[in-house]
Nanobody, 116 residues
Framework: VQLVESGGGLVQPGGSLRISCAAS????????MGWYRQAPGKQRELAAT???????NYTDSVKGRFIISRDNVAHSVTLQMNSLKPEDTAVYYC???????????WGQGTQVTVSS
C-alpha cells in the first residue's frame, strides 16, 4: 500500500487549506484513514480520523475548524482546514489502518505552515 499526499503549504492565520491523500495497492481489506501531525520538537499526534463507515473523530483543538472526508471509490481522504492558527503548523501525515490485521501505513508527510 502506498499513500501519496498533496496540498499543504503556507497560509496566513485565519485562512484555509486542504490536504488530500490517495491510497494505492492492495486495498481489499476494510480500513480506516486519518491525518496525524507533528510539530517541531513535539510528538506525532492525531488530528482527525474517519472510519471505514464514515464516522469522523477529531482532536479537541481542531473540532469545529477541520473537516475530514473520504472517497471509498478513489481510496482517498481529504482534510479541509479552516480558521487556521499558528499552532496548527506541523508536518501532516496520512494514515491508513487495516482493521483486520492492525497494520498501519503512512504517507511521506506534507508541510502546513500558518504564519503572517
Amino acid at each position: 500500500v502506498q499513500l501519496v499526499e498533496s496540498g499543504g503549504g503556507l497560509v496566513q492565520p485565519g485562512g484555509s487549506l486542504r490536504i488530500s491523500c490517495a491510497a494505492s495497492g492492495y486495498l481489499f481489506r476494510i480500513y480506516d484513514m486519518g491525518w496525524y501531525r507533528q510539530a517541531p520538537g513535539k510528538q506525532r499526534e492525531l488530528a482527525a480520523t474517519i472510519s471505514h463507515d464514515g464516522v469522523a473523530n477529531y482532536t479537541d483543538s481542531v473540532k469545529g475548524r477541520f473537516i475530514i472526508s473520504r472517497d471509498n471509490v478513489a481510496h482517498s481522504v481529504t482534510l479541509q482546514m479552516n480558521s487556521l492558527k499558528p499552532e496548527d503548523t506541523a508536518v501532516y501525515y496520512c494514515n491508513l489502518h487495516i482493521i483486520w490485521t492492525g497494520q498501519d501505513y503512512w504517507g511521506q508527510g506534507t508541510q502546513v505552515t500558518v504564519s503572517s
